[in-house]
T-cell receptor
């Protein structure tokens, strides 16, 4: 089944403790992206990648890192999480932006 | 960062009613996309529009790409309980970057 898989689904952590949210797609898509969703603000792009080793900042990149060493994987790294990064995070992939993104099921992160 | 103006923010309707929502932008897009998000899940693509003036249907859903390329509309006819969710528009620039609207939350009462 064609899908985007992100893990974990739920995560509670403490301020300052580094964490990684994994994302993998099995559709051989070139584009991958991370979004965060907050009430009243919709989906905001954190980082995106157009191909292996090619990444760029989205609208809200502060406090996040990404890497794209393989086409299928696009992990999101929070080096020192803070409470304002409590949010619902989505990974997504696309063959090209015009065709729309396929989204994962989301990771609900709480930073206390 | 840029966000699209989507309205209404929320709708409470009775089963069987038709629904209309729209999305406007200050800039031009080459593609408009409409997504639906069910509770606890990621958004799922409903309709993609690639040309100004284009009208596209997907079952009871119909979407239009505005002539000015700065807006788009989504209509749902004869709503049913499973239409409940959040509907997002998204515009795509030349750079392939998606800009999302703030969402319309739809509630359908039997």
């Amino acid at each position: 089944e064609a899908q985007v898989t992100q893990n974990p689904r739920y995560l509670i952590t403490v301020t300052g403790k580094k964490l990684t949210v994994t994302c993998s797609q099995n559709m051989n898509h070139e584009y991958m992206s991370w979004y965060r969703q907050d009430p009243g603000l919709g989906l905001r792009q954190i980082y995106y990648s157009m191909n292996v080793e090619v990444t760029d900042k989205g609208d809200v990149p502060e406090g996040y890192k990404v890497s794209r060493k393989e086409k299928r994987n696009f992990p999101l790294i929070l080096e020192s999480p803070s409470p304002n990064q409590t949010s619902l995070y989505f990974c997504a992939s696309s063959p090209g932006g015009y065709y729309g993104y396929t989204f994962g099921s989301g990771t609900r992160l709480t930073v206390v | 960062g840029q966000q699209l103006n989507q309205s209404p923010q929320s709708m409470f309707i009775q089963e069987g009613e038709d629904v209309s929502m729209n999305c406007t932008s200050s800039s031009i897009f080459n593609t408009w996309l409409w997504y639906k998000q069910d509770p606890g899940e990621g958004p799922v693509l409903l309709i993609a529009l690639y040309k100004a003036g284009e009208l596209t249907s997907n079952g009871r859903l119909t979407a239009q790409f505005g002539i000015t390329r700065k807006d788009s509309f989504l209509n749902i006819s004869a709503s049913i309980p499973s239409d409940v969710g959040i509907y997002f528009c998204a515009g795509v620039h030349n750079t392939d970057k998606l800009i999302f609207g703030t969402g319309t939350r739809l509630q359908v009462f039997p």
